[in-house]
């Protein structure tokens, strides 16, 4: 292994981004259980911490992997289209105007029900945008429209929390 490696040269897969979810779960876990820090006991505290380096370098490739939204900019940031979500909020009309409607809705919402209701919507959303954004990446390789779509993915992704913060309110 090789600090160095990228997420998907570290867990063998290949750079795209449909994945098999359980194969990169069994992947971790044999990664994991190979760097193990307490199989380096016997070669002294530098191996153990050398270990724990692995281990953590791991985790953190695990965490981007799994996730299709973190896995979409990374892949993003790989081929030379950074995300830049800080600096670049620049988003289609279309885009802005289903925000707004979304808010509307979420404002007006006194029921758990309407919620739901919207929270399927934006689910839907999100599932069209992640169909999108694997197009756009493994089909296209058209990376800076993958980048608008993950900046897009983030409003989706804020929204939904949004959501499930008026659900908790109302005790649902």
């Known amino acids: 292994m090789n600090l160095q490696s990228n997420d998907f040269e570290l867990f063998g897969v290949p750079e795209r981004f449909a994945q098999d979810r359980a194969a990169l779960d069994q992947r971790w876990k044999d990664l994991q259980r190979e760097a193990h820090p307490d199989r380096f006991a016997a070669q002294g505290g530098a191996a153990q911490r050398v270990a724990m380096q692995w281990s953590v370098r791991i985790n953190e490739a695990y965490q981007r992997l799994k996730d299709p939204l ?3 900019a990374y892949l993003c940031e790989l081929r030379g289209a950074p995300i830049e979500a800080e600096n670049n909020t620049a988003m289609p009309a279309a885009f802005l105007m289903q925000q707004m409607e979304w ?5 007006d919402a006194t029921s758990a029900a309407a919620l739901n209701g919207l929270d399927a919507e934006v ?3 999100r599932a069209q945008a992640i169909e999108a954004c694997r197009r756009l990446l493994d089909d296209e390789q058209q990376f800076a429209a993958a980048a608008q779509q993950v900046r897009a993915l983030m409003f989706i992704a804020r929204f939904e929390r949004d959501i499930e913060s008026r659900l908790d309110q109302l005790g649902q």
């Open 123 to 125: 689910r839907a959303a």
């Open 103 to 107: 808010r509307e809705a979420l404002d």
């Open 70 to 72: 973190r896995r979409a």
